[in-house]
């Protein structure tokens, strides 16, 4: 089993950069593919980014593609979710989920597809 935890998160205006980490423990993290999701006040936990294990292989939501980058450094046992040109509307409590080791070769974007989950970290960003 694996324990993860999000870090980074915090308070940033319209055009900020924030980074996200999320740390594993418990298990080696190359084990895992991981991914971001996110959740909004009052709406419904959504996909953000997604990575395969050795890094090599990501996946992103249309809403942040080219704004947010996703990597890892399994020699850390840390995932990151690099956030740039932030708005608003990305204001919202950010999850880190792994799943594996077992059948988990690509990448996912579906909540159901994970088996471990973060604390989450909030992310408001002011206009």
């Known amino acids: 089993q694996v324990q993860l935890v999000e870090s980074g998160g915090g308070l940033a205006q319209a055009g900020d950069s924030l980074r996200l980490s999320c740390v594993a423990s418990?298990?080696?993290?190359?084990?895992?593919?991981m991914g971001w999701f996110r959740q909004a006040p009052g709406k419904e936990r959504e996909f953000v980014a997604a990575?395969?294990?050795?890094?090599?292989?990501?996946a992103y939501a249309d809403s942040v593609k080219g704004r947010f980058s996703v990597f890892r450094d399994n020699t850390k046992n840390t995932v990151y979710l690099q956030m740039s040109s932030l708005t608003p509307v990305d204001t919202a409590v950010y999850y880190c989920?792994?799943?594996?080791?077992?059948?988990?070769?690509?990448?996912?974007?579906?909540?159901?597809?994970?088996?471990?989950w973060g604390q989450g970290a909030q992310v408001t960003v002011s206009s």
């Open positions: 989920a792994a799943r594996g080791p077992l059948y988990s070769s690509g990448t996912y974007n579906r909540e159901s597809e994970y088996d471990y």
């Open positions: 418990g298990r080696t993290l190359s084990t895992y593919a």
């Open positions: 990575i395969n294990k050795s890094g090599g292989s990501t």
